[in-house]
């Protein structure tokens, strides 16, 4: 077995819909057991890179996804599947089933692939849900649960399985900081108790850095920083500096590239 | 970058001249072969997966219990008018012939051969359709089918299959509930309230009705039906774009392209079997 639960070298990307290019030739290793941090921008390509990891759109030529141990590019649909049963992903927008309630959401996949009684499949759900504080809302629609909550949910669905390798997209965003302390404790332990290796893309500097071995920064397609939490801090880079204390000064955009604002506007000196 | 010189911002402009016209011309064509083709392509999708969803009949019994539910009560209601109003027609013309003693028969025949099953596939499309065109585009463009995908589950067997199943299930059920409502209503308007004869009715009715041939030619109609009306609202739906107006957009294609083929395959079944 070898130590690396995700590698990905020069990943070029762009959605079959829009032919503009989102990755540009990106590397990440992750090694087994870590938690790694995967920040940047919003619109720097990161959810993408997780959609990549999970299969949800073939890798272009020339780029290689290897998450554990398997080549995606190079799987069928059945090895895909095979591999998926070995991740949990939480989705950035939480994509929770609205027809089913919130336990049964959390019961998906133990149903679909465990031939375990009823009852086990009842009480396991209900340990999820306990373990992200809402056993009480097992009864409850998606649609009746605040964001924060339903990202909860979302979370509780993710880990039903106990998978190998976790994706969490924005499992803090919309959280109190009481819940966030304790989702961010949960993830911790549930890396440790399980053993698994947990990717997580997140806003959250001070929280993330409490918890993760390693951190990526992307910035529009590229990662142009990474690793441990304190040689980020220690970083003279002045971009990761910016991005750290989210100063507004700096070498980082915060417009998409674009026109000229003065001729957009068709001022008189415009260029 | 010199979109941004248009003063409407992100608007594009209708271009003239020779070329675009015949380009304007030749885009439709192509992207109706082009819908013609997916669409085949999504209806072997499906059919490849309905021995799979079979294997676990609860998911099409929830779905049948969900569309059946939709459509029965404007089901029997419209059953109820539709039997009221061609008692009373059949009546009038027939008795202008002396003929009334038919009029149980006569509405029977053309209930069973065209009116019930046309009548139960468009109020079906109405309600259950348009249905389950909007629910499969949320669904998808809230990621749920996504989700499901990285779960290791596939939704064209798990949530597309069993709906598909459950529609072409759903609307002969329905039909037969239709039919039985109308001749209701037709009693109820000929023998209870103009007066005639309940003997003759239900006599007449059943010595001029066939079983193989008038009540069968209208199963098979709402079997085609509900099938070609199933698979064109899962398409919609799973092909909408992932916008609250494509989701709207899609909901109105179902009605119109079901609709409309319902007509066509209507006339094309009863010539065929006519012949
Ligand atoms: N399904 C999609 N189709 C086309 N473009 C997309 C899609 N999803 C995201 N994008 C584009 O890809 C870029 C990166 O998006 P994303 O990976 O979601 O960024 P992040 O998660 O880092 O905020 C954005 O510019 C976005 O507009
Ligand atoms: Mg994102």
């Not at chain 1, 020069?10 to 941090?37: E, K």
């Not at chain 2, 409407?8 to 013609?36: C, D, H, M, Q």
């Not at chain 2, 109308?182 to 066939?210: C, H, P, S």
Request: aromatic share 8%.
């Amino acid at each position: 077995m070898s130590d690396t639960a995700v590698e990905i070298k020069n990943l070029r990307f762009s959605y079959p819909s829009r032919n503009v290019q989102i990755l540009h030739g990106i590397d990440i290793h992750v090694p087994r057991g870590a938690i790694v941090a995967l920040m940047g921008g919003s619109g720097s390509g990161k959810t993408t890179t997780v959609r990549l990891i999970t299969g949800q759109y073939p890798i272009p030529a020339g780029s290689s996804v290897v998450v554990d141990g398997e080549p995606i590019e190079r799987l069928d649909l059945a090895g895909l599947y095979r591999l998926r049963l070995r991740l949990g992903m939480l989705f950035q927008n939480p994509a929770l089933f609205t027809d089913l309630p919130v336990g049964e959401n959390v019961a998906f996949p133990l149903r679909e692939h465990s031939q375990l009684p009823d009852a086990t499949i009842r009480d396991l759900a209900l340990m999820k849900l306990h373990a992200v504080g809402l056993r009480a809302a097992a009864a409850r629609y998606p649609s009746e649960l605040s964001g924060g909550q339903q990202r909860r949910v979302a979370l509780a669905r993710a880990i039903a399985f106990d998978p190998k390798i976790l994706l969490y997209d924005e499992p803090f965003a919309g959280l109190d900081p009481v819940s966030l302390t304790i989702i961010a404790k949960l993830i911790k332990e549930l890396n440790e108790h399980l053993g698994s290796t947990s990717i997580i893309i997140t806003h959250d500097v001070e929280q993330t850095f409490e918890i993760v071995d390693l951190v990526y920064l992307m910035w529009q397609g590229k990662v142009i920083a990474s690793g441990t939490p304190a040689e980020m801090r220690a970083s003279a880079d002045p971009i990761v500096s910016q991005f750290i204390h989210g100063s507004a000064d700096g070498p980082l955009p915060f417009h998409l590239p674009g026109s000229d604002y003065r001729r957009d506007l068709r001022l008189a000196d415009a260029p | 970058m010199n979109e941004g010189r248009d003063s409407s911002l992100g608007r594009s402009r209708r271009r003239k001249g020779v070329i675009p016209a015949i380009r304007r011309l030749g885009w439709p064509l192509v992207e109706k072969t082009y819908f013609l083709g997916t669409f085949a392509r999504f209806c072997w999708m499906i059919a490849a997966r309905v021995p799979g969803c079979l294997k676990r009949p609860r998911l099409v019994w929830v779905q049948v219990y969900h569309l059946g539910t939709l459509s029965l009560p404007i089901i029997i209601v419209a059953g109820l008018f539709i039997g009221l109003v061609i008692g009373l027609q059949f009546h009038t013309i027939l008795d202008r012939y002396g003929q009334t003693q038919v009029v149980g028969a006569a509405v029977a025949i053309a209930l069973f051969r065209e009116l019930g099953p046309v009548f139960a596939g468009l109020l079906f499309i109405g309600c259950s359709c348009t249905a389950v065109t909007a629910s499969i585009g949320l669904k998808r463009s809230s990621e749920q089918f996504a989700a499901m995908e990285v779960m290791a589950v596939d939704p064209l067997e798990r949530e597309i299959a069993p709906r598909f199943v459950a529609g072409a299930l759903c609307l002969p059920l329905l039909t037969v509930i239709l039919l039985a409502v109308a001749i209701t209503g037709t009693y109820a308007i000929v023998v209870l309230q103009i007066g005639m004869d309940e003997g003759f009715f239900w006599g007449n009715m059943q010595r001029f009705t066939k079983f193989f041939g008038d009540f069968t030619e209208g199963l098979l109609k709402s079997v085609v039906f509900g099938v070609m009306s199933s698979a064109i609202a899962l398409y919609h739906g799973y092909s909408a774009r992932p916008t609250a107006e494509g989701v709207a957009r899609a909901t109105t294609n179902t009605v119109v392209y079901a609709s409309l083929t319902l007509l066509g395959l209507d006339f094309v079944i009863t010539s065929l079997l006519a012949s």
